[in-house]
């Protein structure tokens, strides 16, 4: 529900391994986001995107990538470089007034 | 950038008493200020929001307040209910820019 779909749910990686987060929205908006969440820190953007093949890095896009070649969807990629990527990522879209952010239900990378 | 800072970090109130958290933000360009509600397990979502020509907003038992001078604002829950326990957010912005986030409010109401 809610239109926004990120897979999986969980993921569980090794340590220097490359890994990709999905996230796919059915509400036709231009603009998506990816915010981490730590316990006691909130809600912090890693990057976002305000239209197609654009993207804008947020406070701690270190160690990330994203593409947006599609509007429905944008992926993110943790890489090898990301010092402490064990979090929960939510990924998030609104329309073009950027009003209301419609978040998924998060994925929870745990990285060993 | 924007810098949010949310307090307190946790917070816990009797069924039936208010409930306030305050934030405060750094950008004086901010004209826009959303509060969202994350149960546990699940997305946030916005219960409500409020822009820099609005110094009130009220829905139900929640309202927003805006003081653009001191550069803060707070919600207030009346009447708090056992389902109201939840994290809360605030989040600010300018213009077209991504919200910045403070950094979250556990409440937690005893029935």
């Known amino acids: 529900d809610g239109g926004i779909t990120q897979s999986p749910k969980y993921l569980f990686r090794k340590e220097g391994q490359n890994v990709t987060l999905s996230c796919e929205q059915n509400?036709?908006?231009?603009?998506m986001y990816w915010y981490r969440q730590d316990p006691g820190q909130g809600l912090r953007l890693i990057y976002y995107?305000?239209?197609?093949?654009?993207?804008q890095k947020g406070d701690i896009a270190e160690g990330y990538s994203v593409s947006r070649e599609k509007k429905e969807s944008f992926p993110l990629t943790v890489t090898s470089a990301q010092k402490n990527p064990t979090a929960f990522y939510l990924c998030?879209?609104?329309?073009?007034?950027?009003?209301?952010?419609?978040f998924g239900n998060g994925t929870r990378l745990t990285v060993t | 950038g924007e810098n949010v800072e949310q307090h307190p970090s946790t917070l816990s109130v009797q069924e039936g008493d208010s409930a306030v958290i305050k934030c405060t933000y750094s950008?004086?360009?901010?004209?826009?200020f959303p509060w969202y509600k994350q149960e546990l397990g699940k997305r946030p979502q916005l219960i409500i929001d409020?822009?820099?020509?609005?110094g009130e907003k009220k829905d139900q038992r929640i309202a927003v307040t805006l003081n653009k001078t001191a550069k803060h604002f707070s919600l207030h829950i009346t009447e708090t209910q056992p389902e109201d326990s939840a994290v809360y957010f605030c989040?600010?912005?300018?213009?077209?820019?991504?919200?910045?986030f403070g950094s979250g409010t556990r409440l937690q109401v005893q029935p």
């Open positions: 998030a879209s609104s329309d073009g007034k950027g009003i209301t952010l419609h």
């Open positions: 509400l036709n908006h231009d603009a």
């Open positions: 995107s305000q239209i197609v093949n654009d993207f």
């Open positions: 950008d004086s360009a901010s004209n826009y």
């Open positions: 409020i822009r820099s020509n609005v």
């Open positions: 989040a600010a912005r300018e213009g077209r820019r991504a919200l910045t």
